[in-house]
């Protein structure tokens, strides 16, 4: 009898593990509402804020303080990816079949677009008369031979790179000696150049040690201040945040000594561990261009090399026409070198 009962409840209702999957189905099936319902306003209230509330942080990023955590900053570091955003709102929208929340959904698109369109074309020209390139080679280089050499085959006239460990130097040195005659290394940057070089120094950015040089390039269309820099780095902690205000100084006090450069033509090169969008390199990017931004495609990102996040390599100019900049292929650094092609205008008599 108590088996016969058994068999009888399975008929009916279902074994337990079938009367979930059971309900599931029919959750799957059940109908999301049709288009311009009365329900479809309110079933997609939550996306449309939500993509409201996207839009806000990227046309008002300048506006998020930077008191707790340095979340200006962060933001506005990884402020381009916050288009991801966008495609999965659209799929919530569209799964809701709400028409209030679709529109809503075109204003962080069109944000993203005014603030970042312009770096999906292709801005290069041809022409130029230097070519310049910067790599932050990393201190734990396994082959500092091979990415010397690498570096060298880009055909850039001026070289930097950055993170310069003291016993590699002379590695650095040898595998570039034979395509730049010219060189220099103050602390742990370092300037190789296939023209000579004059006025080379340290740059003072508060730091204790050497980490910025500058030096006169005489090119064959004139003379250019040539800037190596490697700013401090910057660290995302839970307890602190976006922990930067070493390289916020620091970014300062370079953005000064290139404010007083007697030449009017001006090449930054190096690793800002920053992009454009951040404000705390304001004293830097107020008074230069970014050869990617004027003539680059795409975003030009390069670290880290295994998959690129940010531009934090940078190549600025002032008193300088770029024409084109990219990324060189990946060496054995942890970062990307960065190159562009600038004209260099002759001195007006």
């Known amino acids: 009898m108590a088996q016969q009962a058994y068999v009888t409840d399975s ?51 300048s506006r998020i ?52 369109g312009g770096l999906l074309t292709d801005k290069a020209a041809a022409g130029g008369d230097l070519t310049v390139a910067t790599h932050n ?36 040195e040898k595998a570039l000696a034979s395509t730049y005659p010219h060189h220099a290394v103050v602390g742990t940057v ?38 190596v820099a490697h700013l401090p780095s910057v660290r995302v902690k839970l307890e602190a945040g976006f922990t930067a205000r070493q390289r916020d100084k620091s970014a300062d006090a370079l953005g000064e000594a290139i404010a007083g450069e007697q030449l009017t033509r001006v090449v930054l090169l190096g690793d800002l561990n920053g992009t454009m969008n951040d404000r705390a390199l304001n004293a830097v990017t107020s008074q230069m261009r ?14 880290p090399a295994s998959f690129p996040m940010a531009r934090i390599d940078q190549i600025m100019v002032k008193g300088i026409e770029p024409e084109s900049s990219w990324t060189l292929p990946r060496t054995s650094s942890d970062h990307l070198p960065v190159a562009a092609r600038v004209k260099v205008a002759p001195t007006a008599s």
């Open 11 to 61: 008929d009916h209702g279902g074994s337990p593990a079938e009367r979930p999957r059971s309900r599931f189905r029919r959750l799957l099936s059940r109908p999301a509402g049709r288009w311009g319902d009365r329900d479809s306003r309110r079933r997609g209230v939550l996306v449309a804020a939500a993509a409201v509330l996207l839009a806000l942080v990227m046309l008002a990023h």
């Open 65 to 116: 303080p930077n008191a707790v955590g340095n979340l200006g900053s962060l933001t506005e570091t990884f402020l381009p990816w916050l288009g991801l955003m966008v495609p999965a709102l659209l799929v919530s929208a569209l799964v809701r079949r709400s028409v209030t929340a679709l529109i809503a959904v075109l204003v962080p698109a069109v944000v993203w677009l005014t603030l970042f």
């Open 137 to 172: 080679v990393n201190a734990d280089n396994p082959d500092p031979s091979g990415t010397a050499r690498d570096v060298a085959a880009s055909g850039a006239d001026v070289v930097a790179l950055e993170e310069l460990r003291a016993a590699a130097v002379p590695t650095y």
């Open 190 to 227: 370092g300037l190789w150049s296939k023209y000579p070089m004059s006025g080379v120094r340290d740059v003072d950015i508060k730091l204790g040690w050497k980490r910025a040089m500058r030096a006169t390039v005489t090119t064959p269309a004139g003379q250019v201040a040539v800037y």
């Open 290 to 303: 970014s050869t990617q931004g004027a003539a680059g495609s795409g975003f030009g990102f390069s670290w």
